[in-house]
């Protein structure tokens, strides 16, 4: 058994293929749905994991939380102390980008930050790091029809900032999608030598006020998880 601060299992209970969704209840639906003779494996903080099997191959679930802070935390004590190689974050952004539309599947290439999140961690100032191009070109594999880019990770969500149009001016003018994880997943993968991937579902848009149904925005997670779940398949 080993036990972290936020992490109580063991270590043959966590599959070195993580799919990490920041809701706990959607990683509870993920293992309900998809994987065979699933278990809880962690309820530390009710931060909810499973490991099961999807097609024969054994696969963890678990869920990270919201914001960088809570992302930094779990990827780093699965890496670190549960031998994990890869893990494939799966969650939800709004577009910054015109052609980027609600409920398409974004694949993040890298991530831009603001933040300091890599100053405090190692004392280097770094505001943009790359996801796995291994990992991305097995998910590219399983549907090339994902749009793929650049994305913002903030430490605010954008709905609840003051001037969000003064942050959006500063963001860099390939930003495609904002979201509130990925960064700390890529710096601390690559800090650990690790991989790390990040796909996204558009649940809103600068450019669009439409409300997606919540049956819409299931069926597209839906397609977002099954890509990442195929692409589990293929890791070595």
């Known amino acids: 058994m080993i036990e972290t601060p936020h992490i109580k299992c063991n270590k043959e209970d966590i599959s070195n293929v993580i799919l ?5 209840l ?4 993920i293992a309900e749905t998809y994987l065979e003779d699933y278990k809880l494996v962690n309820s530390v903080r009710n931060m909810l994991a499973y490991t099961g099997y999807y097609k024969g191959k054994k696969i963890t679930v678990f869920s990270s939380g919201m914001g960088m802070a809570s992302m930094g935390i779990y990827c780093y004590e699965l890496y670190k102390f549960f031998d994990v190689k890869y893990i494939i974050r799966i969650g939800s952004c709004g577009s910054n980008n015109k052609d980027i539309k609600l409920l398409d599947t974004i694949l993040s290439t890298s991530s831009y930050t603001e933040t300091n999140f890599s100053y405090t961690y190692s004392s280097v100032d770094v505001h943009e790091v790359e996801s796995s191009k291994y990992l991305n070109n097995i998910i590219l594999n399983k549907d090339n029809t994902i749009k793929q880019g650049k994305t913002v990770c903030s430490m605010v969500f954008d709905a609840y900032m003051e001037n969000r149009d003064e942050y959006n001016k500063r963001l860099p003018k ?13 710096y601390i993968a690559k800090m650990l030598k690790k991989e790390a991937a990040c796909l996204l579902t558009v649940s809103d848009s600068l450019y669009d006020d439409t409300k997606i149904s919540s049956s819409d925005r299931q069926n597209n997670l839906k397609h977002m998880i099954e890509v990442a779940l195929e692409g589990s398949l293929e890791v070595l």
């Open 26 to 29: 959607r990683a509870k639906f």
């Open 174 to 186: 390939d930003i495609i999608a904002s979201e509130m994880e990925a960064f700390a997943l890529f």
């Open 20 to 24: 990490m969704p920041g809701d706990p």
